[in-house]
């Protein structure tokens, strides 16, 4: 019998956009400032030097670019995926945040931005 490999679709509800932005992410006491690996209007994903418990709760600060200045986007999430990743000569941890609390207008600024970066790309 024979049989085919199903083509690999898209799971996610909202497009993924690569782009570096800062993010400055609260996890309890602890506070650390790195770039995003990519953001859609969920969640967003970077690189950790150290893992995450899954479901953990965080608060975000993430730095947008506009065409006037830099519009920080305050919100609360969790965390959703954990994978030890090799990056160059290390290992990181690629981490996935799921976007629990944003409100409306920190949704139309990144909507904006995630427009722009399409239209970029195309």
Not at 25 to 42: F, I, K, P
Not at 83 to 91: A, T, Y
Not at 107 to 115: G, K, S
């Amino acid at each position: 019998m024979t049989t085919t490999k199903k083509p690999n679709l898209e799971r996610r509800a909202r497009t993924r956009h690569r782009t570096a932005l800062d993010v400055s992410l609260q996890l309890g006491t602890q506070s650390t400032t790195v770039s995003t690996r990519d953001v859609c209007l969920s969640g967003l994903s970077c690189y950790l030097p150290e893992p995450l418990e899954l479901f953990t709760k965080y608060r975000f600060r993430l730095f947008v670019p506009t065409r006037e200045a830099k519009e920080e986007i305050d919100g609360e999430g969790i965390v959703v995926r954990v994978e030890e990743v090799e990056v160059g000569d290390c290992n990181l941890f690629q981490t996935a945040f799921f976007f629990q609390h944003l409100d409306a207008g920190h949704v139309r600024i990144l909507e904006q931005f995630m427009e722009n970066e399409a239209r970029e790309t195309d």
